[in-house]
């Protein structure tokens, strides 16, 4: 049985669409998914302490799921990165914070597969470095932060689509679970 856990962001919680259909990806293949929430108000965000305070919220939990789950992260989560990195879990990083030293440090300490998830309108996302660090890239031209388009809701509504078919082909890629 496989399990993925789902990590937060700031302002996007486990339940926000983003995350909610990425780890439905994980569980149509039959993975429980954890989804997390933060138990107490985190530090600064572009402070270095952070990854340390996100290590220490999520480590209990990926402690208790045990094996090696997929990790599902938004923006504030993906200082996971370290904790994926040190034990070899494959992730899927939604609007990581590449800018931040420490976590694209850590992305690129990764020995397990992941997929960097941005936008180009993202002050936090560097497509460059995204594709320097994996294979596995889905970069939306124009996509915010929330991986909001200009115009329409609609065309927001199906970058979102464009978000689940990349989870679905990046875990094809990787043949997880397997």
Known sequence: MAD??????????????????AGDVAEQRGATVHRYSWSQE?????????????????????DTVGGRPLLIAK????????????????????????????????????????????????KVWDGDTARRLSP????????????????PLPESIAVLSRVVVAVEEFLDAIGWPS
């Open 136 to 151: 596995h890239v889905l970069e939306v031209e124009g996509a915010d932060h929330g991986m909001y388009v200009p115009g």
């Open 4 to 21: 993925a856990v789902v990590i937060p962001g700031g302002r996007f919680g486990p339940g926000a669409p983003l995350l909610m259909y």
């Open 75 to 122: 923006s504030l989560g993906t200082n996971a990165a370290a904790i994926a990195a040190e034990r070899s879990l494959p992730a899927v990083w939604l609007t990581p914070l590449l800018t931040l030293p420490w976590v694209a440090d850590a992305l690129s300490r990764a020995t397990a597969p992941f997929l960097l998830v941005g936008g180009t309108a993202d």
């Open 42 to 62: 985190f530090p600064k965000f572009d402070e270095p302490e952070i990854e340390g305070w996100v290590s220490g919220e999520i480590a209990p939990l990926i």
